[in-house]
């Protein structure tokens, strides 16, 4: 596609819940990263795909948190047991490769609300 | 430590101003890139410009151009004549080799809200 998408935009979810967010990188991005934003706050990294597998993972805050990207496309970021605090908006992005000049082209976000 | 920092949390500005808004990082690694991104109201994290470590210019793209002192590990931001639609949150962002080859992700400051004034 012309650029990153992000279902569902917005999320809403009762505490305890089991929620997915999917994410669809430009074609021939081989590069995937997800973050997590806080109101007021900086993306915060969460992992990230070279291909099919997470080649950085150490910014998921628990393992309540997991992500996969079988095909070497398509995203999807899992989080069991929803908390009130795992609400923020999940931001991906996509790069051509992981070399250091590419630059990250983020989609619009999904918002998930835990109440 | 913090990796980027933004010590401008609001701006308030004049239109057809100029702005300058401040980030210094932190890294012991020789190959790095730096990153600005513009996040209006909508949501959406868009590219400004981008300045590898060992650039010998400073990027400039359009009236966005970046400031860069790398003894001071110091990258701002300048917009030249601002307009209403640069009313936005603006991030700093540093990119890091990673271990295994290639690049980490990119590691944000905690942004500068950036309000034009007419």
């Known amino acids: 596609g012309a650029g990153v998408s992000q279902t569902p935009s917005n999320k809403v979810t009762e505490k305890g819940k089991y929620v997915e967010l999917r994410c669809d990188p430009i074609s021939g991005h081989t590069a995937l990263y997800w973050y997590r934003q806080s109101l007021g706050q900086g993306p915060e990294f969460l992992i990230y795909f070279q291909g099919t597998g997470a080649a950085d993972d150490s910014g998921l805050p628990n393992d309540r948190f997991f992500a996969v990207r079988p095909e070497g496309s398509v995203s999807t970021l899992k989080i069991q047991r929803t908390e009130r605090g795992d609400s923020a908006m999940y931001l991906c992005?996509?790069?051509?490769?992981?070399?250091?000049?590419?630059?990250?082209?983020f989609g619009a976000g999904s918002r998930l609300t835990v109440l | 430590a913090q990796k980027i920092t933004q010590t401008q949390p609001g701006m308030f500005v004049q239109e057809k101003e100029a702005v300058t808004l401040d980030c210094t990082y932190d890294?012991?690694?020789?190959?790095?890139?730096l990153f600005w991104y513009k996040q209006p109201s909508s949501g959406e994290m868009i590219f400004l410009i981008y300045?590898?470590?060992?650039?010998?210019q400073n990027a400039t793209e359009g009236r966005y151009s970046l400031n860069f002192q790398k003894a001071r590990k110091s990258a701002n931001l300048v917009i030249s004549a601002s307009q209403l639609g640069d009313s936005a949150m603006y991030f700093c962002a540093m990119r890091e080799p990673h271990s295994g080859g290639g690049a980490d992700g990119l590691t944000f400051g905690k942004g500068t809200h950036l309000i034009i004034q007419p």
């Open positions: 300045q590898g470590s060992y650039d010998q």
């Open positions: 890294t012991s690694d020789p190959s790095y890139g």
């Open positions: 992005a996509s790069s051509p490769d992981s070399s250091g000049a590419n630059v990250l082209t």
